[in-house]
């Protein structure tokens, strides 16, 4: 069992910035943050391999960046020029590869609300 544990979320004005942080309890392969606004659906936000190979929605392309630190299992996700849009409650993914299979975990989330 792998255990994922989000940080940093938070209330920022209109065009701040927020960093995001997920560390897992285990060696872990792709991993990803999701967000899901209030009345919508869950959406991919970024993701990130063990070798670094990154993919963007198109809505953060050019705001957000996702890097991972390997040796501590954690995957940050630099938020910046936030808008009101970007307020959801985002949710850290991390998938296991195992010879018995592929397990996926999540950890419990975390609030950004972008508000003035």
């Known amino acids: 069992q792998v255990q994922v544990q989000e940080s940093g979320g938070g209330l920022v004005q209109p065009g701040g910035s927020l960093q995001l942080s997920c560390t897992a309890s285990l060696t872990v392969n792709t991993m990803a943050w999701y967000r899901q606004a209030p009345g919508k659906e869950r959406e991919l936000v970024a993701s990130i391999s063990t070798s670094g190979t990154t993919d963007y929605a198109d809505f953060v392309k050019g705001r957000f960046t996702i890097s991972r630190d390997n040796a501590k299992n954690t995957v940050y996700l630099q938020m910046n020029n936030l808008q009101p849009d970007d307020t959801a409650i985002y949710s850290c993914?991390?998938?296991?590869?195992?010879?018995?299979?592929?397990?996926?975990?999540w950890g419990q989330g975390t609030q950004v609300t972008v508000s003035s």
């Open positions: 993914n991390v998938v296991r590869v195992l010879f018995t299979g592929r397990r996926s975990y």
